[in-house]
């Protein structure tokens, strides 16, 4: 297994020596990914437009490893190339793109406005178009790669828990996953999508428990996920591992979902 023992050690590093640079990676499970590559060996970009990414950045750092935390704004395609440069002229290159940044409202679907709509939008899908492209950009050139997009489970079945335009958001990551799928494979670059259901989050940690006794209920294995199973899903995407997989959604929502 890789990760970190309990002296700090790594016992393997699946992904020693990549660089990978992930958005939305400030807190959250953009930030347990951020950590769970970085304990697979990797050097990784965190860029987030929170402030305190330099805290997030040292939590994330293993020794050994370097951790370069840049303020990004992902609706930004100026600011979102220019950022990639800095990651690029820092390292050399980027091999591990993860598309996290997302906006996260449960408003109901008669009180989104246009400005609303636009900007969970804006974030989620055309943040998510820009680094494909910026990134995919790069590796086309070095013929290897690997780009991961986080969906959700609200893009492949209706739910109440969040808005409207979050789902649409969701639903059209994963036609965009396989579109860039399509477009760089023959170039050696792989593109897959994560699309988790109910982790453990400040968010979830909020519910009352009756509430979170009654979400868990319709989950067949009967608990929710942890950030750092998603994030070891992340790893397995961006390893040697996962070199015959691109186009796909890797479902990770206790079964909460079965296709």
Request: hydrophobic share 45%.
């Amino acid at each position: 297994m890789y990760g970190i023992d309990g002296a700090g050690r790594r016992p393997t590093s699946i992904l020693s020596g990549q660089v990978a640079f992930v958005t939305g990676a400030g807190q959250g499970l953009g930030h347990a990914i951020a950590l769970g590559l970085a304990q697979a060996g990797a050097h990784v970009v965190l860029t987030d437009i929170t402030i305190g990414l330099d805290a997030a950045a040292d939590r994330v750092r293993v020794p050994g490893q370097d951790c370069l935390a840049l303020s990004l704004d992902v609706r930004d395609e100026a600011a979102f190339t220019d950022t990639f440069a800095q990651a690029l002229a820092y390292f050399g290159r980027v091999d591990v793109m993860v598309n996290n940044a997302a906006r996260t409202p449960a408003t109901s679907i008669w009180d989104i406005t246009a400005d609303e709509w636009d900007d969970v939008m804006a974030i989620n899908l055309r943040g998510v178009f820009f680094g494909c492209r910026i990134a995919g950009r790069h590796m086309r050139e070095r013929r290897a790669g690997r780009i991961i997009n986080l969906a959700s489970v609200a893009g492949q079945q209706a739910s109440t828990a969040t808005g409207a335009h979050y789902g649409a958001s969701k639903a059209a990551i994963l036609a965009l996953t396989r579109s860039f799928a399509q477009e760089l494979a023959p170039h050696g670059v792989t593109v897959n999508a994560l699309a988790p259901a109910a982790i453990r989050s400040e968010l979830l940690d909020a519910m009352d428990p009756d509430q979170q006794s009654r979400l868990a209920a319709g989950i067949p294995l009967g608990r929710f996920g942890l950030p750092q199973e998603v994030a070891a899903a992340a790893v397995y995407l961006a390893s040697p591992l996962a070199a015959y997989t691109t186009g796909a959604t890797l479902d990770l929502n206790g079964g909460r979902l079965m296709r």
